[in-house]
């Protein structure tokens, strides 16, 4: 093997004081087989969160109408495929996997992080150029999922503690993490393999805290193709307080309970009740109208005026323009169908919807060809007051401007007298109180 290039060193022979000291980290549990056990985990869980991830994007549809809330993405736009309408849970369950899936990975990577501590500190902090690189990657990757995860779950909490547009710094941070994501299973997955081979998952769990012994830090080394001796095996190991086995059913176990905590939201029905970590999608009241409300009528200041005898529906297209009241509506040939409003802070629910299909709507006003049906809300102000639907959207027969759910009139905080409920369509296009639709191609009423 050719020497290694050798940096001019900026630092002294010796580590400072301090956790640059192989001395100062102590766990007798960390080594590289820790760290593949749950590297390996999260090896199976992240892809599922990137690729849910990316499809909620282009669920979103930002190539259409006024979509786009983020600005313009630039070489990182990507449209793989329009999104369909069918199966009509297709957005309940891929963003359910998204937020449940992501929720539960915390106390794994949190886990994971713990065991590589020490190699943070490692000394000399560069080794060579290419060390740099890996270091610089890893920065990469550790910000990327800790801002990844901790902006994920504030939204899902509906708390925005920053000044920046959630939308924007999840996707393009999901393109940061992804991409050191990648670079670091290539490079180390070989590691991973030879490290799981170095001990057996069945001994370990076997294993009690008395027979706890650090893995060797010379075979360690080894197998993680690093100058001896290895940096996560302690060089003066405590005596230790926790079995491997009790530290893998701390992080798996918590990951299981916060599993169980998160994934009624999406689920619904009976088990809706388990879901105490969703602090949104509660439900108000019950009855026809009692399932999970995003914002109130009250909280957007939408009150009876607006809604009252002197709404109208006006629909625009290039053939004509009609103001149509709620008896109009009524009058016109209803359709029902049982359809989910799902979130994209994970939570969903099924009613059964009636009303008129968008479709016969659009074909009042249009001349029959259109790409795209522009909706609008009473509603004055925030990013859910309008969208853009796909000619593909609205000609599924399902898809409805909803006047009735569950037999009864729509609630006032459901979206009374009007809303959008389209197949697989995501929550946030399902507008309520809808005010204006407009038949459009090109941009142009059509
Ligand atoms: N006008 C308007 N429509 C809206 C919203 C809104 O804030 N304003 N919220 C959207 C979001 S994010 C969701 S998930 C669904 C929730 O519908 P629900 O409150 O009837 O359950 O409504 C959508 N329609
Ligand atoms: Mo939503």
């Known amino acids: 093997m050719p020497e290694r290039r050798r940096l001019p060193r900026p630092w002294p022979q010796d580590p400072p004081p301090g956790p640059f000291r192989r001395t100062a980290w102590r766990s007798p549990l960390r080594g590289p087989w820790l760290t593949s056990v749950l590297g390996a985990a999260l090896l199976a869980g992240l892809p599922v969160v990137v690729i849910t991830g990316f499809l909620s994007y282009a669920a979103y549809d930002p190539s259409l109408g006024r979509n786009n809330l ?16 069918s199966p009509s849970w297709l957005y309940a369950a891929t963003q359910g996997l998204h937020v449940t899936i992501g929720i539960a990975l915390v106390p794994i990577v949190l886990a994971k992080l713990w065991s590589v501590i020490p190699k943070l500190f490692a000394w000399p902090p560069v080794r060579s150029p290419l060390h740099a690189l890996e270091r610089l990657s890893l920065a990469f990757l550790v910000g990327g999922i800790l801002f990844q995860l901790a902006t994920g779950i504030l939204n899902t909490q509906l708390t925005y503690p920053w000044s920046f547009s959630f939308l924007a710094a999840h996707y393009y941070g999901a ?21 799981l081979r170095s001990r057996r998952l069945r001994d370990e769990l076997r294993t009690g805290l008395r027979h706890t012994r650090p893995e060797d830090p010379i075979a360690a080394a080894a197998i993680e193709r690093e100058p001896a001796p290895s940096a996560l095996v302690p060089a003066a190991p405590a005596a230790p307080t926790m079995s491997r086995r009790g530290l ?44 999970p409300v995003n914002k109130t009528a009250a909280a957007v200041g939408i009150g009876a005026e607006q809604t009252g005898p002197a709404w109208r ?47 016969d709507l659009a074909a009042l006003a249009g001349d ?16 859910f007051r309008r969208a853009s639907l796909s000619a593909a959207q609205v ?3 399902d898809a409805l401007l909803a006047l009735r759910v569950n037999g009864a009139d729509l609630s006032p905080d459901h979206g009374f007298p009007a809303r ?13 109180w809808v005010s204006r639709l407009t038949v459009r191609r090109n941009g142009a009423p059509a």
Not at 260 to 283: E, N
Request: glycine share 14%; net charge negative; charged share 10%.
């Open 175 to 195: 393109w940061v993490f992804t991409a050191a994501f990648v670079l670091h299973v290539g490079l180390k997955l070989p590691t991973m393999v030879r490290a």
């Open 313 to 359: 529906l006006h629909v625009t297209g290039a053939a004509a323009t009609h103001a149509l009241s709620r008896a109009d509506l009524l009058a016109l040939p209803q359709h029902t169908a049982t359809l989910p409003i799902a979130c994209v802070e994970g939570w969903s629910t099924t009613q059964e919807w009636t009303g008129v299909r968008l479709r």
């Open 248 to 291: 893998l059913g701390l992080a798996f176990g918590g990951s299981a309970g916060l599993l169980v905590l998160t994934a009624g939201q999406s689920i619904g029905g009976p088990v809706r009740g388990t879901a105490l970590l969703a602090t949104h999608g509660r439900t108000l009241g019950d009855g026809p109208n009692g399932f």
């Open 70 to 85: 983020i600005g313009d993405p630039g070489l990182l736009d990507f449209y793989l495929f329009a999104w369909p309408t």
């Open 368 to 383: 029959g060809e259109f790409d795209e049906l522009y909706v609008e809300s009473l509603q004055a102000g925030g990013s």
């Open 395 to 397: 000609r599924d027969g």
């Open 420 to 432: 959008i409920v389209v197949p697989a369509l995501p929550g946030v296009h399902c507008t309520k």
